[in-house]
């Protein structure tokens, strides 16, 4: 049976509604009763178009003033329009306070009003007063609960349906998504298990319990999720990307590719899943071919900022810099504001010997991202090179402020501490770097030639 009055559509009343609005253009007579009344006001309502519902109600109201039912409509376009106050006026006033109908619309008008308690022991009470579809009552109850985000307060009454049906399909999903919502995953991961024993052939079962498992980085059970849901319908292309998607984050990248191209012959769009086929050779180092798929990708969407970008990082690791300056540029025309395109547009001068350029790039790439380690020593060793030890140093530190992992960058530090004579700090950073690579003293001497080789133990004994 269910209760869901607020969502029932009418699809059966829009030959009545033509009927009324050919009455309403003075083309045709017409009387309607109170029900015909309820039908057309409900039409528009549930169309967004809480004006001509309401202008339908006052007809209605004209034509039967002690309707009381057309006063719970009312209150529903009231509820629709954000007048809370007013609705939950009406519905108070009502005779037939112990309707389903009112009874919904008050719990929906406290929750809006924010009186959440009162709206849960009202629904606790329908409940508890109800002695069939249990579970029906409580999965209606819970979508108004859920329509204003309420999803704690919405898998209480979940639950109370399934202790009284545990085998309602339905009732399981909505408390699957409440328990998403939560953040329960766990919860979540049971009930689409439960409805997958109950009925091992809801291929949406399977897809959301591959999502589960993705959003939880456990790519092994989301692609066997999403393989039983292709078993259960081969054509579910969206389980399809999704499980390309999970082989490409576990690295699975040939699969990966197959299972791209797979779904490409199943969408009319393709720039899309060529630029992650494109990703995918680049990920493998393929480079020409990852170049080949972006290519095919921008033919079909020119404005497509990732696959210029993609496009770039394949000259750029072919050593093709002057046409990967093109490519990069035309990123740029799309957006200028991203700090990538501009360090691929350093490092493409780097490679053609254009310092000055680079370190422009460069330095425009952290003024928008600041957080670039790998960027801020790339910097310091344009500095470096130049010999401007001190600036160069306050790049070094920047970088290693934020990682302390970049390659060789204790031994880069004490180089700048050398040149800048802080030889204690120089004796500090070479010792680490040392720890790290037993040839960082060698490389050291080889930056700094007249430093002496007994430096580092000098400094040691002080």
């Known amino acids: 049976m269910g209760y869901n009055f607020s969502y ?63 006063e719970i409509k009312r209150a529903k376009i009231y509820l629709a329009t954000g007048d809370i106050k007013k609705a939950h006026r009406i519905l108070t006033n009502l005779i037939e306070s112990s309707d389903a ?7 929906e008008a406290l929750i809006k009003l924010e009186r959440i308690q009162e709206a849960y022991e009202m629904a606790r009470k329908l409940i508890n007063s109800t002695e069939n579809e249990v579970d029906m009552i409580c999965l209606d109850i819970a979508m108004i609960f859920m329509e204003e985000s309420n999803f704690e307060t919405a898998m209480k009454i979940l639950q109370k349906g399934d202790e009284y049906n545990p085998k309602n399909t339905d009732l399981l999903f909505e408390l699957a998504f409440c328990a998403e919502q939560k953040n329960k995953f766990f919860e979540a991961i049971n009930y689409y298990k439960r409805i997958i024993d109950l009925n091992p052939y809801i291929g949406e079962a399977w897809f959301n319990l591959g999502q589960i498992y ?17 078993v259960i319908n081969e054509e579910d292309s969206i389980s399809l ?110 490679g053609l010997d254009h310092v000055d350029e680079a370190l422009e790039a460069y330095l425009k790439s952290i003024s928008i991202d600041p957080v670039q380690p790998d960027t801020l020593m790339a910097i310091a060793n344009i500095y470096m090179d130049d010999a401007d030890f001190q600036t160069a140093l306050k790049y070094y530190e920047l970088a290693y402020s934020f990682d302390t992992n970049l390659e060789y960058i204790e ?45 580092l133990s000098d400094q040691k004994t002080d």
């Open 411 to 455: 031994m880069f530090l004490a180089v700048a501490y050398y040149y800048t004579s802080d030889y204690d700090n120089t004796a500090k950073f070479l010792e680490l770097a040392v720890q790290r690579n037993l040839d960082a003293v060698q490389m050291f001497l080889e930056l700094c030639p007249g430093a002496s080789t007994k430096f």
């Open 241 to 350: 990307i999704q499980k390309a998607h999970a082989q490409f984050q576990s690295n699975q990248l040939k699969k990966a590719i197959e299972t791209y191209l797979a779904y490409a012959e199943m969408t009319s769009e393709k720039w899309q899943v060529m630029l992650f086929v494109g990703e995918s050779y680049e990920k493998l180092e393929n480079f020409p071919k990852a170049l080949y798929y972006y290519k095919l990708s921008l033919e079909e969407m020119p404005d497509n900022y990732d696959a210029l970008t993609g496009i770039s990082i394949c000259l750029l690791e072919m050593e093709i810099y002057d046409e990967c300056l093109d490519y990069i540029r035309k990123a740029m025309e799309i957006n200028d504001g991203l700090s990538d395109a501009w360090v691929y547009m350093a490092e493409a001068h780097i």
């Open 8 to 70: 029932h559509v009418d699809d059966e009343a829009s030959e009545l509604v033509h009927r009324y609005e050919k009455y309403l253009s003075g083309t045709a007579p017409g009387y309607f009763d109170v029900e015909e009344m309820e039908r057309i006001v409900e039409y528009y309502l549930l169309r967004g178009l809480p004006k001509d519902s309401l202008n339908a109600l006052e007809l209605g109201k004209k034509l039967h003033p002690s309707s009381n039912l057309l």
């Open 101 to 107: 109908e009112v009874i919904f619309l008050k719990i």
């Open 214 to 230: 993705f959003l939880q980085s456990d790519y092994p059970n989301a692609i066997e999720a999403y393989d039983y849901a292709l």
